[in-house]
């Protein structure tokens, strides 16, 4: 069974701090993925990574980062956070197979509110 | 572009039949995916298809996918009151190296008793 971890299911953080979010995954998938989730927008990609210290921007990167130093990690980062930063956060795993599927695995979420 | 649409909300009695609609706009897609949401949970992958194939069944659940519309359906059978959850449509698009996937905006159902 994949297993998908995220550091915090509830985290409450003030304007202008800097926020970690982390994910593991254990099933040594190469591509993870960052998205916010907002009522009636659905899943937005913030950020995905296809192998360890590479990365590329998704749909919405605008106010974050990203880091991948070992395969199972993936972190986002707010630099500065801010009030319309207050959101869900999923973080995804997939492997790179030999069919097409892209299957992705995802964690239970962290709920980020910034006051 | 890529553009996945849903409409936000169906509301079934238990033991009906619920059907859950999605439309995508890019022609390139290559499988087409059904995802679940219970409160407070991560998305669990439901089902896919291929984007050669028109049906796909599974126990309750029926994929119906119409390429010439860009139409795609997820037929519960027998609705339960576990089923109440969102249901996320989403696209891969392999052809175009992108390796995320795109999402509709979720359907929540909500089955009464």
């Known amino acids: 069974d994949v297993k998908v971890t995220q550091s915090s299911r509830y985290l409450v953080k003030r304007t202008g701090e800097k926020v970690f979010l982390e994910c593991v995954q254990d099933?040594?998938?190469?591509?993870m993925f960052w998205y916010r989730q907002d009522p009636g927008l659905g899943l937005r990609l913030i950020y995905f990574?296809?192998?360890?210290?590479?990365?590329e921007k998704g749909d919405i990167p605008e106010g974050y980062s990203v880091s991948r130093e070992k395969k199972e990690r993936f972190s986002l980062i707010l630099e500065s956070a801010s009030t319309n930063q207050t959101s869900m956060y999923l973080c995804?795993?997939?492997?790179?197979?030999?069919?097409?599927?892209?299957?992705?695995?995802f964690g239970p979420g962290t709920r980020l509110t910034v006051t | 572009g890529e553009d996945v649409e849903q409409s936000l909300f169906l509301s079934v009695r238990e033991g009906d039949s619920s059907v859950i609609n999605c439309t995508y706009t890019?022609?390139?897609?290559?499988?087409l995916y059904w995802y679940k949401q219970e409160p407070g949970a991560g998305l669990q992958l439901l089902t896919y298809?291929?984007?050669?194939?028109d049906m796909k069944q599974d126990q309750r659940l029926t994929v119906l996918l119409n390429k010439k519309d860009k139409h795609l359906s997820l037929r519960i059978a027998d609705t339960q009151t576990g089923d109440s959850a969102i249901y996320f449509c989403?696209?891969?698009?392999?052809?175009?190296?992108?390796?995320?996937?795109?999402f509709g905006s979720g359907t929540r159902l909500q089955v009464q008793p």
């Open positions: 890019d022609s390139s897609s290559t499988y």
């Open positions: 298809i291929f984007s050669n194939m």
């Open positions: 099933m040594d998938h190469e591509n």
């Open positions: 990574s296809y192998d360890v210290k590479m990365k």
């Open positions: 995804a795993s997939s492997y790179v197979p030999d069919q097409t599927t892209y299957e992705q695995y």
């Open positions: 989403a696209e891969s698009m392999v052809d175009t190296g992108r390796r995320a996937l795109t």
